[in-house]
């Protein structure tokens, strides 16, 4: 079974910035595109930032030139530097393959901006 453990989270003030890490296993690993997605309330988790096996990006709008993602594939590994945070960027954040291709999700880290 796919695992995945987001951690990093925390409270920032707007302008500010966080580092996420995704640490997964039971997956093969390098064969992926991975990704992080935020939880919107009331509708199905978002994508946010996904890196491709050949290490190409994709990026939703609202997050270009502020986020960027990154993957180690001798850790396992997903992180998302996030800079020049706003109210708007509160929210839990996952890691998940890209497109989604697992029923499990891991818990979250939760990201609050907030002055």
């Known amino acids: 079974q796919v695992q995945f453990v987001e951690s990093g989270g925390g409270l920032v003030q707007p302008g500010g910035s966080l580092r996420l890490s995704c640490a997964t296993s039971?997956?093969?690993?390098?064969?992926?595109?991975w990704g992080w997605y935020r939880q919107v309330p009331g509708k199905e988790r978002d994508i946010v930032a996904a890196i491709t096996r050949g290490g190409r990006f994709h990026y939703q709008d609202s997050v270009k030139g502020r986020f960027a993602i990154s993957r180690d594939n001798a850790k396992n590994t997903i992180d998302v530097q996030m800079s020049s945070l706003t109210p708007e960027d509160t929210d839990v954040y996952y890691c998940?393959?890209?497109?989604?291709?697992?029923?499990?999700w891991g818990q979250g880290t939760q990201v609050t901006v907030s002055s």
């Open positions: 998940h393959t890209w497109p989604v291709g697992f029923d499990s």
């Open positions: 039971g997956s093969n690993f390098s064969a992926y595109a």
